[in-house]
């Protein structure tokens, strides 16, 4: 909500702050049971205090707990919700042929394919013990046109995945390499400076690698490391 605001007084849409009613859609594994209003997370208000508090109140949609007829709308948000409701649901596989069915009624071919992509990004990051080929498998059962389309997502998320490791690999290898500098110079390096270093990007290990020489005693890492907060 402040984000939004933030935005229109950027955008020089007047003065004043638009409404803005907030909504949560929740599809956990258990029952939504948070309270519905800011003051609820917030404990020991004084009363004297109270009218000072931003109080809010937001609506929540547990969507765990509507059954199909609830389930209304156009293609795009009906696939988007039986998706969100059904995610933990043992029959899941049932329940995304269906998706894939009313997905079928988008008219933009091309549009569609975007959502798809959107939706099995989604599966993939969501769902445990589900691989891309039961998907295929559901998805061949309902368009052979959507099955080939899975699967070069499938390529798509595998070529991110080893692009992803290899970042991985360069960043432990430079970990590694300052890490065995530090030993080198100063014969150890306690346990607290190695966690830190560990929490540092590629730059600020290499800009540790280039003033390493200049160092005269390990505490001297303290300075880099208050520098990348």
Known sequence: ?????????????GDKLPLIIPLVIYH????????????????NIPEAVKKYVPDYQYLPYDLSNYDDEKIKGGAKLRVFLEILRSIFRED???????????LEELE???????????IV????NAKE???VYDLQRATEEISSERSEELMTIAEKLKEEGRQEGRQEGRQEGMIELVEKQLISKFKSLPKDKREKLRQLDKTELEVIATKLFEMETIEELEEYFDKSK
């Open 108 to 118: 933009e071919k091309e549009t569609g394919m975007e959502y798809f992509e959107t």
């Open 121 to 124: 990004r989604y599966i993939m």
């Open 92 to 102: 899941f596989v049932e329940c995304f042929k269906r998706a894939l069915i009313v």
């Open 28 to 43: 956990g594994q258990t029952e939504w049971n948070i309270g519905l209003k800011l003051s609820d997370l917030l404990e």
């Open 129 to 131: 013990n589900l691989s």
């Open 1 to 13: 909500m402040i984000k939004i605001w933030e935005l229109k007084f950027k955008q020089g849409q």
